[in-house]
């Protein structure tokens, strides 16, 4: 049974930071890229990084280039996702999620395993 579990989110002041995780069991993690999606509320789920099996080529979404970072420590079945200089319209649930493919891909139908996802709240 595959299970992906997401860590890290809370309550942090525009400008601050965090550190999203994301474990997965159940399967040879370093078989498969990864991916970061959030959904506000009221919003279209957003991917918003990918990273591929082995962490040689990344996607960035527009919306968050320069300010987070996508990396896997394939020897924990870790995924991390660093975000920096935080914003409101950052706050979301953050959903991690096992791609199909080894490659990056942001298509939601290429992910069949997800989190139950982690909030992110910006707000002073």
């Known amino acids: 049974q595959v299970q992906v579990v997401e860590s890290g989110g809370g309550l942090v002041q525009p400008g601050g930071f965090l550190r999203l995780s994301c474990t997965v069991s159940?399967?040879?993690?370093?078989?498969?890229?990864m991916g970061w999606f959030r959904q506000a509320p009221g919003k279209e789920r957003e991917g918003i990084s990918s990273?591929?099996?082995?962490?040689?080529?990344?996607y960035v979404a527009d919306s968050v280039k320069g300010r987070f970072a996508i990396s896997r420590d394939n020897a924990k079945n870790t995924l991390y996702l660093q975000m920096n200089r935080l914003k409101p319209e950052d706050t979301a649930m953050y959903y991690c999620?096992?791609?199909?493919?080894?490659?990056?891909?942001?298509?939601?139908?290429?992910?069949?395993?997800w989190g139950q996802g982690t909030q992110v709240t910006v707000s002073s």
């Open positions: 159940g399967l040879t993690f370093d078989d498969y890229a």
């Open positions: 999620a096992v791609a199909s493919t080894q490659g990056t891909t942001m298509n939601p139908k290429d992910y069949p395993y």
């Open positions: 990273i591929s099996f082995r962490g040689a080529s990344k």
